[in-house]
């Protein structure tokens, strides 16, 4: 008599190791993702699992989401980690993004061209990404303006479009304002943010 194998359950959903060494993985392959899968990006055709953010990061993501929901114009909406498409093979999900108000709600990836501004938060483990890879894929996309929010303490740089072209063709951010005390701007609506009330 022979012992039938146990049957063990598949662990949890991970990224083909073959089509990520072919970096050939596209934005329609996310909208086909398990529900179990984590959080992931996706960067020229590769999938990249993003770490889980710190409570404090939480904190102000949600204290940004709320003060732009607040005083944000009816034609723009507010939402949180939602995923971006930057190009066929490139999806990132901002921490928060004001929105054109005419997307259809059931939508769950965001076009570039629907995008006023992505807000990023740095962390501890994305500094460099927030502060030089997010920036240049959202320039070169079209993302008309980019927030990028430093911790402890905290310090918003706001940046918009230039015309400075950088040396692929494309457009880059330059700095708009920035500041520890109050952010005060005219785009994408007219802002006056004291730094406080994002502030955990």
């Known amino acids: 008599m022979s012992a039938e194998p ?51 990061h939480q904190d102000i993501s949600f204290l940004v989401r709320r003060w732009l929901q607040a005083h944000a114009p009816s034609n723009l909406r507010v939402a949180q980690a939602v995923g971006v498409q930057l190009s066929h093979n490139t999806s990132r999900q901002p921490d928060v993004l004001l929105y054109r108000a005419t997307v259809p709600p059931d939508r769950s990836m965001l076009r570039s061209e629907d995008v006023a501004l992505a807000v990023e938060i740095v962390s501890p483990g994305t500094r460099r990404i927030d502060r030089f890879a997010k920036p240049g894929e959202y320039a070169a996309a079209g993302i008309p303006f980019y927030w990028r929010i430093e911790q402890d303490p905290l310090h918003v740089y706001a940046y918009r479009i230039g015309d400075h072209v950088g040396p692929g063709g494309e457009r880059q951010y330059e700095l708009a304002a920035d500041g520890a005390d109050v952010i005060e701007l005219t785009e994408p609506f007219e802002i006056k943010l004291p730094i406080n009330e994002i502030t955990p």
Request: a negative charge; glycine letters at 6%; one cysteine or more.
């Open 6 to 56: 146990i049957r063990t359950p598949p662990g949890p959903w991970c990224p083909d190791p073959m089509r990520q060494q072919r970096a050939d993985y596209t934005v329609e392959d996310l909208l086909d993702l398990p529900d179990d899968a984590p959080r992931v990006e996706l960067v020229d055709g590769v999938i990249q699992v993003t770490p889980s953010p710190t409570l404090g």
